[in-house]
């Protein structure tokens, strides 16, 4: 079974603190995303990388910046937190081989609260 | 870029009864059409999944249809039970090269009353 760990369930942090949420997975697969989900408006594409050291911006990449220096973790960061990134945030790997291609697998979520 | 409607965003059904849920898609090369649910304070997971050259797919008591021409495809699930009540969202994908992105619609609670 494909594991796709997030670091935390829930963080607390306050307005301007520079926050690290972290994901990996066990597969060996080739990309990884990351979500964020808001009541309402489904799942968001933030960041994006489909190799090491390869990173693609999203739909909503604004305040946010990401890390992918091994190929099992995905590093989503924000520089700056701000209360409109209270949310929860999802990640999700797959791989490029087309017999298994295209499904993601989620991790749990982190449920970030910006104060 | 890719744009998907997804409705209705609620949806309320008797056990037993079946449930439809309809996306549209913008990009005419999108090839591939998954379906994630979401149960309360879960992760999404895969239920069933379409490419474009199929036009129906049945797996249990789910099944998808695609209408290319038309560019929507829907989700039937049918003698619904309590259990699937979720948060369904539908997706769409181009195939090819390294970019295996997916495009998520808005998703669709689906509440089944016993």
């Known amino acids: 079974d494909v594991k796709v760990t997030q670091s935390s369930r829930y963080l607390v942090k306050r307005t301007g603190e520079k926050v690290f949420l972290e994901c990996v997975q066990d597969?060996?697969?080739?990309?990884m995303f990351w979500y964020r989900q808001d009541p309402g408006l489904g799942l968001r594409l933030i960041y994006f990388?489909?190799?090491?050291?390869?990173?693609e911006k999203g739909d909503i990449p604004e305040g946010y910046s990401v890390s992918r220096e091994k190929k099992e973790r995905f590093s989503l960061i924000l520089e700056s937190a701000s209360t409109n990134q209270t949310s929860m945030y999802l990640c999700?790997?797959?791989?490029?081989?087309?017999?298994?291609?295209?499904?993601?697998?989620f991790g749990a979520g982190t449920r970030l609260s910006v104060l | 870029g890719e744009n998907v409607e997804q409705h209705p965003s609620t949806l309320s059904v008797q056990e037993g009864d079946s449930a439809v849920i309809k996306c549209t898609y913008s990009d005419s090369a999108s090839n591939y059409f998954p379906w994630y649910k979401q149960e309360l304070g879960k992760r999404p997971q895969l239920i069933i999944d379409i490419r474009s050259n199929v036009g129906e797919k049945k797996d249990q008591r789910i099944a998808v249809t695609l209408n290319k021409t038309a560019k929507h495809f829907s989700l039937h699930i049918t003698e619904t039970q309590p259990e699937d009540s979720a948060v369904y969202f539908c997706a769409a994908s181009r195939s090819g090269g390294s970019n295996y992105k997916l495009t998520f619609g808005k998703g669709t609670l689906l509440t089944v009353n016993p």
């Open positions: 999700a790997s797959s791989t490029i081989y087309l017999d298994r291609g295209h499904i993601q697998y």
């Open positions: 597969m060996d697969h080739e990309n």
């Open positions: 990388s489909y190799d090491v050291k390869m990173k």
